[in-house]
């Protein structure tokens, strides 16, 4: 099986079960960095998805959400195909922070730019 096929397979898994996060994720991140090596960014990208729907399904601190989608953007930051696939991630995040069922939080990130 691919590094693809079986980052496929673990975001599935996190899908179906996202309290499984905890047993999948460093194998799962460490794929997503192979698959980001190899080409391979997509299936990097809809594991990087599926890891924050658990994170939302099940926050393990007030912070965690927008931390994570944070660093989703700041690592898509120059891709705007990807970016255009997490803004609505953003827009879920605001609505439940919005309702109530996320806690509202303020992240401070350093500005990740690449400066010339």
């Given at each position: ?20 996060l ?13 698959a ?81």
């Amino acid at each position: 099986m691919t590094a693809q096929a079986r980052l496929a397979a673990l975001a599935a898994r996190i899908d179906a079960d996202p309290a499984a996060l905890a047993e999948l994720r460093g194998d799962g991140d460490a794929l997503a960095d192979e698959a980001d090596r190899a080409g391979e960014g997509d299936a990097a990208l809809r594991w990087r998805i599926a890891v924050l729907h658990a994170v939302i399904a099940a926050p393990p601190d007030d912070d965690a959400v927008r931390e994570l989608y944070g660093e989703l953007v700041d690592r898509y930051r120059d891709q705007p195909a990807q970016l255009a696939v997490l803004r609505p991630l953003g827009d879920e995040i605001r609505r439940l922070e919005a309702d109530g069922t996320l806690a509202r939080s303020l992240v401070v990130r350093s500005d990740r730019r690449r400066h010339p």
